[in-house]
């Protein structure tokens, strides 16, 4: 019923943005697709599950001001089926340029030709998909997650370097199928590998958020006695994790570790103040980027196939030093 009731909604949200927006365009003209006129975008966010997620949603709309992009922006409320009808109204609406933060890597292939058929370009943002299409999309915008989860196993394999006994670890994973969450998990395994007193105990999905990281980590600390460390896939779900660890009198910290990414201003306060011990950066400011790509992808310029984002780590001395200029 929830998912009907968000699909309508979702539906009707990307109806009263065209209503407000320049409107349908027609075949030939250059009101959606440049040719010398405003370029019109319809952007597919994944939703409001994060402080990143805001930060990503505010540069997208600032940066399509700033670069005079007519934005019809739809939230997705977290469920691909609202991406999907989000994006096909995007194409009858015959939009000049399609961008979307995918939810998850697969099930894109029937939208995505839908948009190429139409002659409607495609950019990814964010997150990539697993397609077997051909030319579906024009370039992907986003971080390395990979790389982001490697640098959060190389800190702990080093923070533990010397530990005499097993050190076990709980993993706070993204949403299911999502690309970072996978990706993450995938780099992280691979840099703990090298030292084999790691092992993850336990694992699951908090969605992202900060509800869901609290409620995993409450049932972490029941099932499990000694836990020594959270590997949380966001800051969100990390910083839900800080409030059942306290609620179970136990420091953060201290006496359980908590590695995180993202690297936002709340991210950042909590590892300054010594709750979290580390902290990847995930650069949520991808707006000026995508409205730059965008404008020559109309144009008919050759962009590269992928633009990776710069991210960089932090400790507790660095995030201390760095807290006050956070912008997210
Ligand atoms: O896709 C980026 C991830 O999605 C961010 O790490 C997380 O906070 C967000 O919800």
């Given at each position: 019923m929830k998912r009907v009731l968000t699909a309508v909604l979702s539906i009707a949200s990307v109806g009263v943005l065209a209503a407000c927006g320049s409107g349908p365009v027609p075949s030939g003209s250059s009101g959606g697709g440049g040719g010398g006129g405003q370029i019109t975008m319809g952007f597919s966010q994944v939703g409001a599950e994060s402080g990143w997620r805001t930060a990503n949603t505010t540069s997208i709309q600032d940066a399509a001001k700033a670069a005079d992009v007519n934005l019809k922006f739809s939230d997705a409320n977290g469920e691909q089926e609202n991406q999907i009808s989000a994006i096909r109204s995007f194409v009858q609406q015959r939009v000049g340029v399609i961008a979307f933060s995918p939810v998850v890597r697969t099930g894109w292939d029937a939208v995505l030709l839908e948009a190429k058929n139409a002659g409607i370009p495609v950019i990814l943002t964010d997150r990539a998909v697993d397609t077997q299409e051909k030319d579906v999309y024009k370039t992907f915008i986003g971080a390395d997650f990979v790389q982001e989860g490697k640098w959060a196993g190389e800190w702990t394999a080093k923070e533990y370097a010397s530990a005499p006994g097993p050190v076990n670890i709980v993993q706070l994973e993204g949403t299911t199928g999502s690309d970072p969450a996978l990706e993450r998990t995938t780099g992280f395994a691979d840099?703990?590998?090298?030292?084999?007193?790691?092992?993850?105990?336990?694992?699951?999905?908090?969605?992202?958020?900060?509800?869901?990281?609290?409620?995993?980590?409450?049932?972490?600390?029941?099932?499990?006695?000694?836990?020594?460390?959270?590997?949380?896939?966001?800051?969100?779900?990390?910083?839900?994790?800080?409030?059942?660890?306290?609620?179970?009198?136990?420091?953060?910290?201290?006496?359980?570790?908590?590695?995180?990414?993202?690297?936002?201003?709340?991210?950042?306060?909590?590892?300054?103040?010594?709750?979290?011990?580390?902290?990847?950066?995930?650069?949520?400011?991808?707006?000026?980027?995508?409205?730059?790509?965008?404008?020559?992808?109309?144009?008919?310029?050759?962009?590269?196939?992928?633009?990776?984002?710069?991210?960089?780590?932090?400790?507790?001395?660095?995030?201390?030093?760095?807290?006050?200029?956070?912008?997210?």
């Open positions: 840099a703990i590998k090298t030292n084999p007193n790691l092992k993850i105990i336990a694992s699951q999905s908090g969605d992202f958020t900060r509800s869901g990281g609290k409620q995993v980590m409450e049932a972490f600390l029941k099932a499990n006695p000694k836990i020594d460390m959270v590997f949380a896939q966001n800051d969100d779900m990390g910083l839900g994790a800080v409030e059942a660890i306290e609620a179970a009198g136990k420091k953060p910290g201290q006496d359980i570790k908590i590695v995180a990414i993202d690297a936002t201003h709340d991210g950042m306060q909590a590892t300054a103040d010594g709750k979290f011990n580390f902290l990847v950066e995930c650069n949520p400011l991808l707006g000026p980027q995508l409205m730059d790509i965008a404008k020559k992808v109309v144009a008919g310029e050759a962009v590269p196939a992928r633009i990776v984002t710069k991210d960089q780590t932090f400790d507790q001395a660095q995030a201390k030093a760095a807290l006050p200029d956070r912008k997210y």
